[in-house]
């Protein structure tokens, strides 16, 4: 890791009590039904790649917080948004997964578009951690901090 990897390492540590590294798949179920921040990033690079944040989620017995955001991007409904649009668009340009998805598609027919999605998020295998904050506005302006740290250093956010 480099001189200002290290930098910006310590300067997000310093904003907020973060949780460790998980591999996303397993840390899911993990998360809080809390309002608060989360960062993915490749595993392959550490690199952090995508901020995001969730704020009080309410509806229907559905998880709320953290765990909600993170399970849409679980079950692919996070198709057209943050995260899950990102992922996507680069699965999207890479030859090989499209290659795949078509083989699936011949031999099994048509997926949903969740489904796809799901794939793509499976094909990043990001790992994940999260700061819980107390509600959606100090969830918002960490996420900005953050933003404001990780500008110019290829996050996936649009």
């Avoid at 692919?76 to 943050?82: D, E, I």
Wanted: aromatic share 8%.
């Amino acid at each position: 890791m480099s001189k200002a990897e290290r930098e910006i390492h310590h300067r997000l540590a310093a904003l907020a009590d973060w949780s460790e590294w998980r591999a996303y798949e397993v840390a899911v179920g993990d998360a809080p039904r809390l309002p608060g921040v989360y960062l993915f990033r490749a595993p392959s690079t550490g690199q952090v790649v995508y901020v995001g944040m969730a704020g009080e989620r309410a509806g229907g017995g559905r998880p709320q917080g953290l765990r909600g955001r993170l399970s849409v991007y679980k079950s692919g409904k996070g198709a057209v948004s943050g995260f899950g649009e990102a992922a996507l668009d680069r699965a999207l340009a890479d030859s090989v997964w499209v290659e795949q998805q078509l083989a699936l598609l011949r031999s099994n027919g048509p997926r949903r578009a969740k489904l796809w999605a799901a794939d793509a998020i499976r094909r990043v295998s990001p790992d994940v951690r999260w700061s819980v904050c107390v509600d959606g506005p100090a969830a918002r302006a960490l996420e900005k901090r953050v933003e404001g740290i990780l500008d110019g250093q290829g996050l996936w956010n649009r």
